[in-house]
């Protein structure tokens, strides 16, 4: 009988590096349940907690930032690295690993800097348009290498393969669901979030801690919004609620009642199952969700970093699957002469989703996993 896979994810610290590693996670699984898996992580990251829930192992591996800027942190960095190397060389030898896969990040750089000292092959997903440093380092030598988007200019010695984004098992099960029922999976997630499944549907986020100038922009523009047959679902991030709800004071008592205000969803697909249209910043997450869900989104790249957003939405928006509007001109003029008409034109939106449905990608995790599967079959594959 053949020994279980073992297998060491390796990424933390956003949701864009933990949701698709758990959902890499989940599929191994799937395939076989005996699959070992530990993940490698930090105490501080969104690993530390979704990852236990999960009920897979976190090893832990200490946090190596890279100084931005000339600091006291640039003399501390060899030693930094040097722990956390060993820490992830300590998981390797402690699962036996036969495969390290990398999602980016702190995590990431010493996990494929182990891998190589050790023999043990290295898979790269790259979930951004623009690929970051640590994964840039672990293409070079890997056995294989995974993109989100076809544009991304990562290759590994074997070119990359385009595997889409791996999806979170609540949001693959709800594609399933929409295919098989999409207005049952409407009326279940309207009926679970006190919503009216007969009104065009606006959801509004920016993640877990929010988007100010999102929230801004949408709760000044809440009395139009309704007033063209909108109900506005807004996820504002932690802390920000009473400043969206203070915004909505004065305004009729009828737009209040369709101006849903929370700060964070954790079963965000019951939203996406109720909405008709998304506001939302354009991580790589975001946008390969939506498109798999075929749902229209206006994008707001996050104005900061090194542009990757914009680009994570491109391809989408191109197709005519999104709309994009840069941070400083999202205002509410903008919402007045480009929103308010998209949530009127019912037609209009079903033909954005059908555009967005042509660029997602919906068997993202089976893909990754074929190649996590042919790294270890493949001796070839494994680094020198």
Known sequence: MAEPLRVLLAGGGTAGHVNPLLALAAELRRRD???????????????????????????????????????????????????AVRAAEKAIEELKADVVVGFGGYVATPAYIAARRQGVPVVVHEQNARPGLANRVGARRAA?????????????????????????????????????????ARLAGAAALGLDPDLTTVLVTGGS???????????????ELVAAGAQVLHLTGAGKADAV???????????VQRYHVREYLE???????ACDVVVARSGAGTVGELAALGIPAVYVPLPVGNGEQR??????????????????????????????????????????????AEHGVRDGAARLADLVEAAVADPAGRVP
């Open 267 to 273: 079963r965000i697909d019951q939203a996406y199952a």
């Open 33 to 83: 349940p005996e699959t070992v898996i530990t993940v490698l992580g930090t105490a501080a990251g969104l690993e530390a907690r979704l990852v236990p829930e999960q009920g897979y192992p976190l090893a832990l591996v200490p946090k190596v930032p890279l100084p931005r800027r000339p600091s006291a942190d640039v003399l501390r960095l060899p030693g930094r690295l040097r722990d």
């Open 209 to 223: 801690l929010g988007a100010q100038r999102v929230n801004d922009t949408v709760s000044r523009s809440a009395a």
């Open 144 to 184: 294989a290498v995974a993109v989100t988007f076809p544009g991304t200019r990562l290759r590994g010695p074997g070119g990359a393969v385009v595997t889409g984004l791996p999806l979170r098992p609540a949001i693959a099960d709800l594609v399933k669901a929409r295919e098989a029922d999409a207005r049952g």
């Open 311 to 356: 680009l994570n939405a491109s391809s989408v928006i191109d197709g005519g699957g999104g709309i994009l509007v840069t941070d400083d001109a999202f205002t509410p003029a903008w919402v007045v002469e480009n929103l308010v008409p998209l949530v009127a034109d019912a037609d209009r939106l079903a033909a954005m989703g059908r555009a967005a």
């Open 245 to 255: 709800r203070e915004a909505l004071e004065g305004v009729a008592d009828e737009v």
